[in-house]
């Protein structure tokens, strides 16, 4: 397990289509995030998972999003009726509770292009 | 709301030259401090971070200056090399109780010029 793993990396859809990404955090982090950054732009926070309970959502994730992390491993992160604003890089990270460990490791993203 | 401000967007520095990257946060509960780079097609993976409680940390050839009362902290790449060229982020983290979440700047784009 050398990182965290997200698919597909990029995805093309037409407007109106449902999309899913998924994310496979580092086995021993119990702590996994899902960030969005469009272009030109500092991520930005969409919600967390501490083991299998979704602990915070951010505005930004309007009712056509959902996240879900089954038994507290991968997580997935399901946009549904696609709009050309929902195009961005979104982002998974994980990270561990345990003292000392503050920091996060990013996957390397999913592109969505809504068309 | 923008809550952690950073500048310049980009800069061009010549090889072995000294890059700064400034950030400025509003929120007296953030608690860690992070720095991150990012190569195109790749996530943000980090840097070097700090803690309010120390001034200054340095590791290699980066260098984190943190002004407490100021609420102001930068990034001082030294010696900087064509690899270097990324998009640098500065972020900030409320206490463990906000979940670990990071609130990021806005991004500079580093060009270096061999």
């Known amino acids: 397990d050398t990182g965290v793993s997200q698919d597909p990396r990029h995805k093309i859809t037409k407007r109106g289509q449902n999309v899913t990404f998924r994310c496979d955090p580092i086995s021993e982090h119990n702590r996994l995030y899902w960030y969005r950054q469009t272009l030109g732009q500092g991520p930005e926070f969409l919600t967390y998972?501490?083991?299998?309970?979704?602990?915070?959502k951010s505005r930004l994730l309007s009712d056509r999003f959902s996240a879900e992390r089954p038994k507290g491993s991968f997580s997935t992160l399901e946009i549904q009726r696609t709009e050309q604003g929902d195009s961005a890089m979104y982002l998974c990270?994980?990270?561990?509770?345990?003292?000392?460990?503050?920091?996060?490791?990013f996957g390397s993203g999913t592109r969505l292009t809504v068309v | 709301q923008q809550q952690v401000k950073q500048s310049p967007q980009s800069l061009i520095v010549q090889k072995g030259g000294i890059s700064i990257i400034n950030c400025a946060y509003e929120n007296t509960a953030f608690d860690y401090f992070p720095w991150y780079q990012q190569f195109p097609g790749k996530g943000p993976a980090l840097l070097i971070a700090?803690?309010?409680?120390?001034s200054e940390k340095k590791e290699g050839r980066f260098t984190i200056s943190f002004n407490k009362s100021a609420k102001q902290f930068s990034l001082h790449i030294m010696d900087s090399q064509p690899g270097d060229s990324a998009t640098y982020f500065c972020?900030?983290?409320?206490?463990?109780?906000?979940?670990?979440?990071?609130?990021f700047g806005g991004g500079t784009r580093v060009l270096v010029k061999p």
């Open positions: 990270a994980s990270s561990s509770v345990r003292v000392g460990q503050s920091g996060y490791t």
């Open positions: 972020a900030a983290r409320g206490r463990q109780a906000a979940g670990n979440k990071l609130t």
């Open positions: 998972f501490q083991n299998e309970a979704q602990l915070e």
């Open positions: 700090i803690r309010p409680d120390v």
